[in-house]
């Protein structure tokens, strides 16, 4: 196989020389791959758009000895519009770094590349929608798609159906009751060495969180929080994804901290 055909987001880019540089792709048939654009910063490039941080393209790549080169690309969408604000900038590329660190070689990953496209079009497309609705609609469901989708339906200790405040056991993606989160609590400190972290959620974040992993792709963002729940939303999901990757992400900070 030294030729194949790829559909692609560009979710990496780097400069080597003055018009080459090398793209990590993550692509629906293949999954991630490193990939050699000759000449692909040179404005008379043919290549040039496809290339381009954000965008999503056909790529014909031809491979030599061990490293995959372009030989022909066609743009089909770059999301143009996130390039007229920094914070859907920094969204975006956040975004990117996720997508590129939940994806491997050689194992493709359509849903999770789906997620991401979409997600960059609301950020792009959608001014509608507030960012952080965007933003943890993105993270929860990457979490689910993952494979630690929490579990939102019951207490997970007394098995009773949950209304009013309830706690997110983060690390063991469950929800506790107020009855029974003290029991779990001791439970835990018994083991030694284990972590810790709940977030206390408002039975209106719980319900968008359900709708959130249970959604249909294409509907994932129909639903709306006042703003103090959209706070709390952004909040839990990001610190469920962030903790059940247990990798940190400068996009992120940088992202957060243009919003101070």
């Known amino acids: 196989m030294d030729r ?14 003055d018009y080459d540089k090398i793209l990590t792709l993550v692509t629906e048939e293949h999954g991630k791959l490193t ?3 000759k000449g692909v910063k040179s404005l008379k490039s043919p290549h040039l758009v496809a290339c381009q ?34 914070d859907r900038l920094s969204l975006s590329a956040y975004v ?11 194992s493709p990953e359509p849903e999770l590349l789906r997620l991401a496209l979409n997600t960059l079009y609301a950020i792009s497309a959608r001014r509608d929608i507030p960012l952080s609705r965007i933003k943890a609609a993105f993270e929860l469901r990457c979490a689910a798609e993952c494979g630690f989708c929490p579990e939102l ?7 009773k159906e ?7 056991d983060v690390m063991n993606g469950r929800l506790l009751c107020p009855e029974c989160k003290p029991r779990a609590e001791k439970e835990e400190e018994m083991i030694e060495g284990t972590a810790r972290l709940y977030y206390i959620i ?11 992993v249970g959604a249909q ?9 006042d703003e103090d729940g959209q706070y709390l939303l952004s909040k839990v999901c990001e610190g469920y994804l962030i903790n059940h990757l247990e990798h940190s992400f400068s996009t992120l900070e940088f992202y957060k901290s243009i919003l101070l």
């Open 53 to 86: 941080p954000f965008a999503y393209s056909t790529f014909v790549l031809k491979k030599s000895r061990k490293f995959w080169y372009i030989e022909e690309s066609e743009n089909i969408e770059d999301f143009y519009g996130i390039r007229n604000d920094l």
């Open 162 to 168: 949950l209304s009013g405040d309830v706690y997110l």
């Open 217 to 225: 792709r294409s509907k994932l963002l129909a639903f709306s929080l």
């Open 153 to 159: 339906s019951v207490c997970d200790v007394c098995q």
């Open 4 to 17: 194949i055909c790829v559909h692609a987001l560009v979710v990496r880019e780097t400069e080597t020389g």
């Open 96 to 106: 990117c770094d996720v997508l590129e660190y939940v994806t491997v070689e050689s």
């Open 202 to 212: 408002t039975a209106d974040v719980l319900n968008a969180m359900r709708y959130i």
């Open 35 to 37: 990939v050699t654009g």
